[in-house]
């Protein structure tokens, strides 16, 4: 006789970046030992592929792509997964930035983590009085690929995340799908901006929405309360 089937909890929350509600469940023993092997391998680009498998598998609503989805949403989903599967509780050693060298454990409510937003970002970003850039947000795949894979920021790897970003060029009259063009084309059309022009694209990424949290943390050897924001998703596993 077959043994029975353990019965799994779903929870629901809203995507960030759409606003669509999901259902998800919590990860099970055998994607959580995915999940702890790739972390202790310390291989950044092993953990973001057990993230992003995971997320695939505990995701229970159909018709979500998980490889669509933006880096802020994909570290959302992940952390409210981890929250209900192994606990709403996370403790991670902060460093004192008053002594740079004191790390202080502390726990932190994954309930209170929080995609923050910024009131003046812009998908839109207008180029002069008749072309107008629309951006999208970078997705896991590019987060891996421009965050892990690459080791050494350049020139070239910030084009590329550039490039890959950009949605749409339009005016009045016309409009131009980077689906419709290629990799060197937009990277052209990226070459031709200038200083002023470059330096709105670079602000669509420093404003973008982010998983965020504050908090303080007093220094135990200087007594120092020292303001602290983690953001991103490898913050909250320090």
Partial sequence: ????????????????????????????????????????????????????DVIKNCI?????????LSTFDIEYLFLNIRGKSVGEEVEVLITCPDDGTTKVPTVIDLDSIQVQY????????????????????????????????????NLDN???????????IYSEEESW????????ELKEFIEQLNSKQFKEVETFFSTMPKLSHKLVVTNPNTGVDNEIILEGLASFFG
Wanted: with cysteine.
């Fill in 1 to 52: 006789m077959p043994l029975p089937k353990i019965a799994t909890p779903t929870y629901e929350l809203v995507i960030p970046s759409t606003k669509k509600k999901i259902k998800y469940r919590p990860f099970l023993v055998k994607e959580e030992k995915v999940l702890i092997l790739a972390m202790e391998s310390e291989d950044t680009k092993q953990i973001a592929s057990a993230v992003k």
């Fill in 60 to 68: 229970i609503t159909r018709g979500v792509k998980v490889e669509e």
């Fill in 118 to 153: 910024n009131e003046e970002h812009s998908r839109d970003i207008k180029l002069d009085d008749s072309l107008t850039l629309r951006m999208r947000y970078p997705s896991m795949n590019e987060f891996i690929q421009n965050n892990f894979v690459v080791s050494d920021v």
């Fill in 158 to 168: 910030t084009f590329d995340i550039i490039t890959s970003c950009i949605e749409q």
């Fill in 177 to 184: 799908s980077s689906a419709d063009c290629t990799e060197k």
